[in-house]
Structure formats: structure tokens, C-alpha cells
């Protein structure tokens, strides 16, 4: 069945990076866009980032775009979320999908920032 396994969470400071990785298992990884979103507490998930099969296609929330990066490797099955320059409001849990609306998502990882 599909599995969805996130890492890489963290407290880091304002102004820091990191880098989440999603590893897939039991669909064809390489055939398929994949997502990431994020929860806040008291908010709806919040789409994030986009990755087409190839990483051809990027698309970027306005909220995160030029300090977020998506990325994969297909030869690991593995989707990744390169982080820089957090503030307090990308706190979260980030969970990657293989759909837009994350129905189909892994158990989340929790980012914090804050000094």
C-alpha cells in the first residue's frame, strides 16, 4: 500500500534552514506529481509546493516561494523540501502527499521556529 514517511523536522532559529525528505514506497514514485503542505494549529492544511514526476514543473505557495525549494530524487523514491530563511509563521507540520488536496500523505513532520 502507499507509504508516506517524512523527516527531517526540527526546531531552527529564525532566518535558519532545513531539509525535508519524504521517502515513498508502494506506488510508482517516478510516475507521480507529489505535493507538500503544511498544518498550522487552528488552520486547514495549506498546500505548499509542487514536483512533477521528472521535476520539470516547480510550483511554489506565494507564501513560500524563493526561500523554498522542492525536489526529488527517483531513484530513491524520495521527495525533498529544502528550507531557508524560516520565519516564526512556517511553523507546522509539513507532510508530503500525492495529491493537491493531502488525502493521501504521510504522518507529518514537525518544524519549529523560534530563537
Known amino acids: 500500500q502507499v507509504q508516506l514517511v517524512e523527516s527531517g523536522g526540527g526546531l531552527v532559529q529564525p532566518g535558519g534552514s532545513l531539509r525535508l525528505s519524504c521517502a515513498a514506497s508502494?506506488?510508482?514514485?517516478?510516475?507521480?506529481?507529489m505535493y507538500w503542505l503544511r498544518q498550522t494549529p487552528g488552520k486547514g492544511l495549506e498546500w505548499i509546493a509542487t514536483?512533477?514526476?521528472?521535476?520539470?514543473?516547480?510550483n511554489y505557495a506565494d507564501s513560500v516561494k524563493g526561500r523554498f525549494t522542492v525536489s526529488r530524487d527517483n531513484g530513491k523514491d524520495t521527495m525533498y523540501l529544502h528550507m531557508k530563511q524560516v520565519t516564526a509563521e512556517d511553523t507546522a507540520v509539513y507532510f508530503c502527499?500525492?495529491?493537491?488536496?493531502?488525502?493521501?500523505r504521510g504522518q507529518g513532520t514537525q518544524v519549529t521556529v523560534s530563537s
Open positions: 514536483i512533477s514526476s521528472f521535476g520539470s514543473v516547480r
Open positions: 502527499s500525492k495529491n493537491k488536496a493531502g488525502n493521501i
Open positions: 508502494g506506488f510508482k514514485f517516478r510516475d507521480s506529481w
